[in-house]
Structures are given as structure tokens and as C-alpha cells.
């Protein structure tokens, strides 16, 4: 067994930037067969055809918002005509949008857990249906450090991203059966576009905090997410693994 992926059918939601084109990329270096998600078909299209430039690979655009049921459906009812067959999915998509909870409006709760949390329900739901077609795959659920022990001003970003927790650990017992696993990632501090935008002072507070002294990059959850993915761990279901330099010890 290797990280070799060339007989993969993989998606990844929230593929156009950020943590989820680097595992498109981190995953095309693998061999694997791509469907990447997001809602501008611009990007998309535009990655694609730098991941068959790049790597050989076959790599194809999946334009919905994983945030709305009916455009979830619609979107695997285009998969589906593409492939009858999907080995992993990544469920990376995701919003923050911080406020203190005094200041938190209805709008922010039913748009992030709509992306964070329900999205990855929807898409599980329709991936588990394609998976037990072909005996089995693997989903990757992408949670964050902050949905294990919560910050100031992050309660409902903490909220969504401990249901992706629960979520992804109810779904390993449902699914084990069908040689289906289904594990998450907790990411750390990543050098992300979302990152960047936070004041000088947030951000070296959150730097110091970190036991390896560095913020983490892409490329870091990336490579768990191949992981995960791959037979590798074909043993590994229901865990929820942390990638944050020391964090959270």
C-alpha cells in the first residue's frame, strides 16, 4: 500500500483556493481522477486545466454551493453522469465569520452552519450512495482546531465546526459496515486567505501559541488529507486528527 491514487475517484468541495487547492494539487501529484467543487466556474475551469498541464491527470468542474440542498443534489446528479463511481470525498468547504455573541446576527448562524455543517451532511449523504455502489471509500471531513476547545468571538464558527465532529463520528459507526470511513481534520492556524485578514495583534497572539513556532501552510492539510484518503488508512475510521503544530497538546 501507497499513497499512490491512480485508481481514485475523488471531490473536493471548496477546491478553487486556500487548503482545498492544495489538496487538488496535493492529490493530482497522487494520480488521483479530480472533481473539484466551488461556485465560480472561472476558477475551476481554470485549475483544471492546470492540474492536467501539470500532472497528466483527468481533473473536472463541480459548480454548486454545498450551502443549498436542492444545489447539492443537482450537483451529484452531474457527477453522477460523469462517473458512476467516487472512492473519496473532502469535504473542505467552508465560511468564518466571526462576532461576539452580542453582536451575532440570524444571517451569520444559518449561513455558516448552511456551509460548515449541513453542507457536509448533504454531501455525505449522496457520497455514501456512490461509495456503496463500488464496496467502499473514504470521507474526509475538515473541522478545525476551534471546533475542539472554542475562541472568544468564534462561538458559532466553534459551534459549526464541533457538529462536523459529531457528525463525521456518528457517520463512521452508521457507515463501517459498508467499508465506508469516515474521519476529520482539525486544522491549527493555516496560512490561508481567511488568516490573513486578522489584525496584526490576533495574529501574533496566535503564532506565539503555537508549540512549533510556525503558522502551518496548506500543504500541511493536505498531506493528512492524503492520508486519510489513501489505503494507508484503511484501518482508521470515527478519528478526528489534529494538524496545529502543537496547539493543542
Do not use: W
Not at 487547492?21 to 465560480?40: D, I, P, V
Not at 467552508?94 to 444559518?110: N, T, Y
Not at 481534520?185 to 513556532?213: C, H, N, V, W
Amino acid at each position: 500500500m501507497d499513497l499512490n491514487l491512480t485508481d481514485k475517484h475523488v471531490l473536493i468541495t471548496g477546491a478553487s483556493r486556500g487548503i482545498g487547492r492544495a489538496m487538488a494539487e496535493r492529490f493530482a501529484a497522487a494520480g488521483a481522477t479530480l472533481y473539484l467543487n466551488g461556485r465560480r466556474a472561472d476558477e475551476l475551469a481554470e485549475l483544471c486545466s492546470q492540474l492536467h498541464d501539470d500532472y497528466g491527470v483527468s481533473a473536472h468542474a463541480c459548480v454548486f454551493d454545498v450551502s443549498d440542498a436542492d444545489s447539492v443534489k443537482q450537483g451529484f446528479q452531474a457527477l453522477f453522469k460523469l462517473t458512476k463511481r467516487l472512492d473519496v470525498l473532502i469535504n473542505n468547504a467552508g465560511v468564518l465569520d466571526d462576532a461576539l455573541i452580542g453582536m451575532v446576527s440570524p444571517q451569520q448562524v444559518e449561513q455558516t452552519f448552511a456551509t460548515n455543517t449541513f453542507g457536509v451532511i448533504y454531501c455525505c449523504q449522496y457520497a455514501a450512495r456512490l461509495m456503496q455502489r463500488n464496496g467502499g471509500g473514504s470521507i474526509v471531513n475538515v473541522s478545525s482546531i476551534i471546533g475542539r476547545v472554542g475562541n472568544v468571538g468564534q462561538a458559532v464558527y466553534g459551534g459549526s465546526k464541533a457538529a462536523v465532529i459529531g457528525v463525521t463520528q456518528s457517520l463512521a459507526k452508521e457507515l463501517a459496515a459498508q467499508n465506508i470511513r469516515v474521519n476529520a481534520i482539525a486544522p491549527g492556524f493555516i496560512d490561508t486567505d481567511m488568516t490573513r485578514k486578522l489584525p496584526e495583534e490576533k495574529y501574533q497572539a496566535r503564532l506565539q501559541s503555537i508549540g512549533m513556532g510556525r503558522i502551518g501552510e496548506p500543504k500541511d492539510i493536505a498531506n493528512a488529507a492524503l492520508f486519510l484518503a489513501s489505503d494507508l488508512s484503511s484501518y482508521v475510521t470515527g478519528q478526528v486528527l489534529g494538524v496545529d503544530g502543537g496547539m493543542l497538546i
